[in-house]
């Protein structure tokens, strides 16, 4: 069964930093475009950030590009999520999520993602 496991979240003040992991029991992991979604209180889930399986391509939603930033180790099966200058709008629960689409999808729709974590809780406060 494939799990996808996040952590490192938690509390921090505005314009403070986090940083989340995502480890995921899939192997091989590198064929694997990897991702973080995000669902704020009251609102839709949103994409965040996407990393291509040979990470030569990330993609940023607008709300965090520059401050945010995704990266993946193969080798430990993991991505990560450095988020800094953080802001009050930041807090929701983020999820990680893998996608096998092809190259040339669209990785900021869900809809191409085929394993999702549970996700792991980020509260900014002001």
């Known amino acids: 069964q494939v799990q996808l496991v996040e952590s490192g979240g938690g509390l921090a003040q505005t314009g403070g930093s986090l940083r989340l992991s995502c480890a995921a029991s899939l192997y091989p992991f590198q064929p694997y475009n990897m991702a973080w979604f995000r669902r704020a209180p009251g609102k839709e889930r949103e994409f965040v950030a996407a990393?291509?399986?040979?990470?030569?391509?990330?993609y940023y939603a607008d709300s965090v590009k520059g401050r945010f930033t995704i990266s993946r180790d193969n080798a430990k099966r993991t991505i990560y999520l450095q988020m800094n200058s953080l802001k009050p709008e930041d807090t929701a629960i983020y999820y990680c999520?893998?996608?096998?689409?092809?190259?040339?999808?669209?990785?900021?729709?869900?809809?191409?993602?085929?394993?999702w974590g549970q996700g792991t809780q980020v509260t900014v406060s002001s």
């Open positions: 999520a893998a996608s096998s689409a092809a190259a040339g999808s669209n990785l900021e729709r869900s809809i191409v993602y085929d394993y």
């Open positions: 990393l291509s399986r040979n990470g030569g391509s990330t």
